[in-house]
């Protein structure tokens, strides 16, 4: 079975760091891609961050460019989201995600396969 153990959340002043880390089993990184997704308190789910890393393509949102990077490491099966200069409009809880392709997409109907969520918390 596909499971997707999303990590690394926590309650951080703004202008501080975080790395999420997202453990898969059931598959390997070779063409899938694996997303990040926030959902925050009465708003829609949103795109974060996605990487397809056999084909070495990433996408980011406009919202985090420049603070966020994100970065698989195939050997554990795991990517990372680190977050740089937290805003406290980054919190949220965030998801990973996998799609069964080698290709970013931001839209979460794009995605097969979701872990349950962690607690970003970054107070002002």
């Known amino acids: 079975d596909v499971q997707l153990q999303a990590s690394g959340g926590g309650l951080v002043q703004a202008g501080r760091s975080l790395r999420l880390s997202c453990a898969a089993s059931g598959f390997t990184f070779d063409d899938y891609t694996v997303g990040w997704f926030r959902q925050a ?61 080698a290709a970013p997409k931001r839209s979460e109907t794009a995605y097969d396969y979701w872990g349950q969520g962690t607690q970003v918390t970054v107070s002002s």
């Open 41 to 101: 308190p009465g708003k829609e789910r949103e795109g974060v961050s996605c990487i397809s890393s056999s084909v070495g393509r990433t996408y980011f949102a406009d919202s985090v460019k420049g603070r966020f990077t994100i970065s698989s490491d195939n050997a554990k099966n795991t990517v990372y989201l680190q977050m740089n200069t937290l805003k406290p409009e980054d919190t949220a809880v965030y998801y990973c995600a996998s799609r069964m392709l």
